[in-house]
């Protein structure tokens, strides 16, 4: 009987240590999983492509000047490959620049969707940055 008393206690206490040990892992969605840090990456995008996108305006409203030297038959191939990579950025900049901000700022704020999240959101400043160099780099 007493072997018997000892056992089940031992039991007991294997459990509740193992209960203990459960009750302290992380699970999914609970308050470890939750990114402190969601908007930093967003707000700094927004905040870039704020400030960015009146400038990629300018700069590619003005790039189709580049043809008044050699008019708009006369002007080299490399010069139209760079007008048209203009004019794609600036639909891009207005269309896709916004589409990726609200997307980085909409993801769940957990840990697993962090990195999307900062890629996302810095891959939004893709096309005003690549309007405002290839027009910077335009070739004669």
Known sequence: MRA????RR???????ADAAADARTVRPGGPADHDENASSAP?????????????TLLFGGLAPMATDGCGPDNCSAALDRALSLVTGGLYATFFVTPALLLTSWVLPRRMRFAKARRAIAWCALLPPVTVILTVFGLPE
């Open 43 to 55: 707000l700094w995008a927004t905040a870039l492509a704020v400030l960015l996108a009146p400038v």
């Open 4 to 7: 018997d008393g000892e056992l």
């Open 10 to 16: 031992a039991w007991a206490a294997a459990n509740a």
